[in-house]
């Protein structure tokens, strides 16, 4: 089966503009999950959508961020405007059930965001 | 709330010797550990995860961890590291309230000399 799809790989933004990344997930998982790894930190959590519903965004920055996932399948991430800080590696997870221990996580190559 | 800890940014080890990476968690409860890595330019892969029972736990690519209970640590280990092990590893528990959610450490990063 195909992989978790992240495009772009790399983006390079200005402050202040907006960018939008998207992921694919594996066909047939209900779980999508975004998670960031900021320049040298931990991998942190954002949110956890079930079908086209978020069950959690407790993750979420703030409300430059925006997800959304149309129709249950693709999702997008918004950041508009960018910051600074929002630089680091977006990772998009899916999985078919929603305890990831027993159904397991297939994670995407990452989006390398630089905001200059 | 649960935490992991990694306690060195980067590993180095010679081709042919044995690795560790260290990990250590804060859970209360039964914890669920993940080690997960990323080879450049390449996704998150899992590697093993411990949920019950033995804890010696075997993975992809010849990598194992054990899960001490007494010392709260899972360790990676290898008895024979290969240059293709260079990546950067990251340990993981699976949080007990939102169990779809994963909290990572911060990555350590290995190097396997040739």
């Known amino acids: 089966e195909a992989g978790v799809t992240q495009f772009p790989s790399h983006s390079v933004i200005e402050k202040g503009q907006t960018v939008t990344l998207r992921c694919d997930p594996i066909?047939?998982?209900?779980?999508l999950y975004w998670y960031r790894r900021v320049m040298g930190k931990e991998i942190k959590f954002l949110l956890h959508?079930?079908?086209?519903?978020?069950?959690?965004e407790s993750g979420m920055p703030n409300n430059r961020f925006l997800a959304e996932r149309t129709g249950g399948t693709y999702s997008t991430l918004k950041v508009q405007p960018a910051e600074l800080e929002d630089s680091g590696v977006y990772f998009c997870?899916?999985?078919?059930?929603?305890?990831?221990?027993?159904?397991?996580?297939?994670f995407g190559s990452g989006t390398r965001l630089t905001v200059v | 709330a649960q935490s992991v800890a990694q306690p060195e940014d980067q590993v180095n080890v010679a081709e042919g010797n044995p690795l560790t990476v260290k990990c250590t968690y804060s859970?209360?409860?039964?914890?669920?550990l993940f080690w997960y890595v990323q080879y450049p330019n390449r996704g998150l892969q899992f590697l093993l995860k411990?949920?019950?029972?033995?804890?010696l736990v075997k993975g992809s690519y010849g990598f194992e961890a054990e899960f001490n209970k007494s010392q709260t640590s899972f360790h990676l280990k290898k008895p024979s590291a290969l240059v293709s092990d260079s990546a950067l590893y990251f340990c993981?528990?699976?949080?007990?309230?939102?169990?779809?959610?994963?909290?990572f450490g911060k990555g350590t990063k290995l190097s396997v000399i040739p």
């Open positions: 997870a899916s999985s078919r059930g929603g305890r990831g221990e027993n159904y397991g996580y297939t």
């Open positions: 066909s047939g998982h209900d779980n």
């Open positions: 959508f079930v079908k086209e519903s978020k069950q959690d």
């Open positions: 859970v209360s409860g039964n914890p669920y």
């Open positions: 411990y949920i019950t029972g033995d804890n």
């Open positions: 993981a528990v699976r949080d007990l309230v939102k169990s779809y959610q994963l909290t």
